[in-house]
């Protein structure tokens, strides 16, 4: 997959079959919108391409600084890479680029710059200045400039919505099942791993305390999870707190992941960590040996859900 990340950059002379959008955890919803440019590709001489951007408009045009987001950039791209799409283009998105008009943004970007040859988008899809273009205004267009458009019908585009919202949700909620059956594959907290205060090693639960860059990252509810991670080519299971360690006098928000059976330094290691299953809330517990007996009674449930 070729990534470019900024449109002016791109360089590619051959046509595509394209969708736009912002693709936030990339899930099932959207991939019925992926596959059909995916296979439409396949079938015809077209380059599978979508074109997305960062920041999320809102946090530019809404000021919303609030707001999380599901995927990081990297985690997006290597979403889109396994799929098998073509290309993937990456566009800043800024005040400037909002006030392109909707005749500026098809004429210069879609045919021009991506040599667009259809357009595959949901029926709802507004664009240009003010979004003040729609689908019909598109295929007007695609009339003038020779390049055809495929309306995606109102039923998938709210089941992309609706996933969304309920994702979200039920991360904040902690129900991580439901996330996942949604999302179509396990969450996933991508960080480099940080030297903690070495209380999970005194614990006798040595931890990987894992720092996230982007604060835009949607990080789930507080309290234990069974993990796993891919270290070395190699699938290591585990468990993990995100929380503030209340019984030891916390006060900052920490990732830290026990990995079961595994015993290597992963100090500056880039790491992706799958949230499988939630174990429990984040307890302050009477003492440290109360903790220690309950961080048994996880391992125990983790164990046997990962044997199961």
Same mark, same amino acid.
């Given at each position: 997959?070729?990534?470019?990340?900024?449109?002016?950059?791109?360089?590619?002379?051959?046509?595509?079959?394209?969708?736009?959008?912002?693709?936030?955890?990339?899930?099932?919803?959207?991939?019925?919108?992926?596959?059909?440019?995916?296979?439409?590709?396949?079938?015809?001489?077209?380059?599978?391409? =979508?074109?997305?951007?960062?920041?999320?408009?809102?946090?530019?045009?809404?000021?919303?600084?609030?707001?999380?987001?599901?995927?990081?950039?990297?985690?997006?791209?290597?979403?889109?890479?396994?799929?098998?799409?073509?290309?993937?283009?990456?566009?800043?998105?800024?005040?400037?680029?909002?006030?392109?008009?909707?005749?500026?943004?098809?004429?210069? $970007?879609?045919?021009?710059?991506?040599?667009?040859?259809?357009? $595959?988008?949901?029926?709802?899809?507004?664009?240009?200045?003010?979004?003040?273009?729609?689908?019909?205004?598109?295929?007007?267009?695609?009339?003038?400039?020779?390049?055809? =458009?495929?309306?995606?019908?109102?039923?998938?585009?709210?089941?992309?919505?609706?996933?969304?919202?309920?994702?979200?949700?039920?991360?904040?909620?902690?129900?991580?099942?439901?996330?996942?059956?949604?999302?179509?594959?396990?969450?996933?907290?991508?960080?480099?791993?940080?030297?903690?205060?070495?209380?999970?090693?005194?614990?006798?639960?040595?931890?990987?305390?894992?720092?996230?860059?982007?604060?835009?990252?949607?990080?789930?509810?507080?309290?234990?999870?069974?993990?796993?991670?891919?270290?070395?080519?190699?699938? =290591?299971?585990?468990?993990?707190?995100?929380?503030?360690?209340?019984?030891?006098?916390?006060?900052?928000?920490?990732?830290? /992941?026990?990995?079961?059976?595994?015993?290597?330094?992963?100090?500056? +290691?880039? +790491?992706? /960590?799958?949230?499988?299953?939630? +174990?429990?809330?984040?307890?302050?517990?009477?003492? =440290?040996?109360?903790?220690?007996?309950?961080?048994?009674?996880?391992?125990?449930?983790?164990?046997?859900?990962?044997?199961?």
């Amino acid at each position: 997959m070729i990534t470019v990340r900024n449109i002016s950059k791109y360089k590619e002379e051959y046509p595509t079959v394209i969708t736009i959008g912002t693709f936030d955890g990339v899930h099932i919803g959207h991939l019925k919108i992926l596959n059909k440019i995916i296979n439409h590709a396949k079938n015809t001489a077209l380059k599978s391409s =979508v074109l997305t951007f960062f920041p999320h408009p809102r946090m530019v045009l809404q000021k919303d600084a609030n707001i999380k987001l599901l995927n990081t950039i990297d985690e997006k791209i290597n979403i889109l890479e396994r799929l098998g799409l073509d290309v993937l283009i990456i566009h800043p998105f800024t005040k400037e680029f909002s006030r392109l008009t909707a005749t500026e943004f098809v004429r210069d $970007i879609l045919v021009n710059t991506l040599n667009t040859k259809k357009v $595959i988008i949901g029926y709802d899809h507004r664009f240009g200045r003010n979004r003040n273009a729609n689908i019909n205004d598109l295929v007007t267009f695609g009339n003038t400039y020779e390049f055809s =458009v495929d309306e995606i019908p109102a039923q998938e585009i709210d089941d992309v919505s609706v996933s969304s919202t309920k994702i979200r949700k039920a991360l904040e909620e902690g129900d991580i099942e439901t996330a996942n059956s949604y999302l179509g594959y396990e969450y996933m907290l991508t960080g480099t791993i940080i030297k903690g205060k070495g209380i999970g090693k005194q614990l006798g639960y040595p931890t990987a305390n894992l720092s996230i860059a982007e604060d835009y990252k949607l990080i789930p509810k507080n309290g234990a999870y069974i993990v796993n991670s891919t270290i070395n080519g190699k699938i =290591v299971y585990g468990m993990m707190n995100i929380g503030f360690n209340p019984t030891v006098d916390g006060t900052k928000q920490s990732i830290e /992941v026990n990995f079961f059976d595994f015993d290597a330094d992963l100090y500056n +290691l880039k +790491l992706q /960590v799958n949230i499988l299953v939630r +174990l429990r809330d984040e307890h302050k517990f009477e003492s =440290v040996d109360a903790l220690k007996a309950q961080l048994a009674i996880d391992k125990e449930k983790s164990l046997h859900y990962i044997n199961k």
